[in-house]
């Protein structure tokens, strides 16, 4: 089983709103992952955990919050999001992160959660 | 420079064309190679996955890695309506840089 499960699959919601997306992987991963992908664009980084802590964020704004309760879950809180915002979100899940990588890190993608913010 | 460059297209090819995708990459510390197929919406696919110089075959794909010259390589062969997505190399070290991605229209 090679499932990375994201949902919502569609997600529309109001700069006031709070809303999380949710990502589950049952292949023993112990890095998860979220990235954001505008229209014809690849996908660019969020952030990274391994064995559930906080390995990478890179430079997301504070109205993007991550968390992972455990080594299968993932979530992305967000809160006060504003219409640039508007991407298809990305989970993805590897073996293990690692900063000096050898080999074998394949990623592992999600359908994504496609997100309208009016 | 950037770090990895990837031609937009998109490339239009009658079915059963052999089709050529390349990438080309700036860090030679780069160690592992990746091509994932994205279909419209959804996420990317992973589709060959190779770590060292030299050709991958995996059915009608195979992938080529030439890392003197700091290029790879994605070819389909008899390719099919169904292959018509947006092909993105993945070149990485510790995370992944992605590739702009290359969009093939494979017509019946």
């Known amino acids: 089983d090679t499932e990375v499960t994201q949902t919502p699959k569609h997600l529309v919601m109001g700069m006031t709103n709070k809303k999380s997306l949710k990502c589950e992987q049952h292949?023993?991963?112990?890095?998860m992952y979220w990235y954001k992908q505008k229209a014809k664009k690849p996908p660019e980084l969020m952030f990274v955990?391994?064995?559930?802590?906080?390995?990478i964020n890179e430079s997301v704004p504070s109205r993007f919050s991550p968390e992972c309760p455990n080594s299968s879950l993932l979530n992305l809180h967000l809160h006060a999001l504003q219409p640039e915002d508007s991407a298809l979100y990305l989970c993805?899940?590897?073996?293990?992160?690692?900063?000096?990588?050898?080999?074998?890190?394949?990623?592992?993608f999600g359908s994504g959660t496609q997100l309208s913010v009016l | 420079q950037k770090e990895v460059e990837q031609d937009p297209g998109p490339l239009s090819v009658p079915e059963g064309a052999i089709v050529s995708l390349n990438c080309t990459y700036s860090n030679s510390a780069f160690q592992y190679f990746m091509w994932y197929r994205q279909y419209s919406r959804k996420g990317p696919e992973l589709l060959m996955y190779?770590?060292?110089?030299g050709n991958k075959e995996d059915g009608r794909f195979t992938a080529q890695v030439d890392k003197s010259s700091k290029y790879i390589s994605l070819f389909i062969r008899d390719s099919q309506p169904s292959d018509s997505a947006t092909y993105l190399c993945a070149i990485g070290y510790s995370t992944l840089t992605f590739g702009k991605g290359t969009m093939l229209l494979v017509s019946p």
């Open positions: 955990y391994s064995y559930e802590k906080l390995s």
């Open positions: 993805a899940s590897s073996q293990v992160y690692k900063t000096q990588a050898v080999a074998n890190e394949k990623l592992f």
């Open positions: 292949m023993g991963h112990r890095a």
């Open positions: 190779t770590y060292s110089s």
